[in-house]
């Protein structure tokens, strides 16, 4: 029979310098790095924010202003109304086909390439009238 010397009172002082990971709760080593059990970053005592790092760290996630973007107008409308007509003729084209030949195939491009279109030609509108866009808010 093996006999053990007691060690009651040191794992009661190691439980005690067990550090908690933050993000599964689940105690670690002191003078662990990561969790043995999620892998997560622990908090050690060497992990410090001096004021400087806090400083370059605010500076990095500074927004900059925003700045105005001059626009082409002309040309984004002429884009705009290409892309409808491009759009809207092949949805024309492929409802024909779906129309003579049937097949879902061609009625969902149709649909897909029809609301493509009109999507362009409201985008025209929009930029015609000087209305809000997605690009323009």
């Known amino acids: 029979?093996?006999?053990?010397?007691d060690k009651g009172s040191d794992r009661i002082r190691e439980s005690l310098a067990e550090v908690e990971c933050p993000a599964c709760a689940?105690?670690?080593k002191p003078e662990a790095v990561r969790c043995m059990y999620?892998?997560?970053i622990l908090p050690t005592a060497t992990m410090r924010f001096d004021e400087r790092y806090l400083a370059k760290?605010?500076?990095?996630f500074r927004k900059a202003?925003?700045?105005p973007k001059k626009r082409n107008l002309i040309l984004e409308l002429a884009l705009s109304g290409a892309l409808s007509i491009a759009f809207l003729s092949?949805?024309?084209l492929f409802?024909?086909?779906?129309?003579?030949?049937?097949g879902s195939m061609f009625w969902?491009?149709?649909a897909i390439l029809t609301l493509y279109g009109g999507a362009a030609l409201r985008n025209g509108y929009r930029i015609l009238f000087n209305k809000k866009t997605a690009q323009n808010p």
């Open 57 to 60: 760290f605010r500076e990095f």
């Open 1 to 5: 029979m093996i006999h053990r010397k």
């Open 65 to 67: 202003p925003a700045v």
């Open 26 to 28: 689940c105690p670690n």
């Open 38 to 40: 999620c892998r997560g």
């Open 95 to 102: 409802l024909v086909k779906a129309l003579k030949h049937g």
């Open 108 to 110: 969902m491009v149709a």
């Open 90 to 92: 092949a949805g024309g």
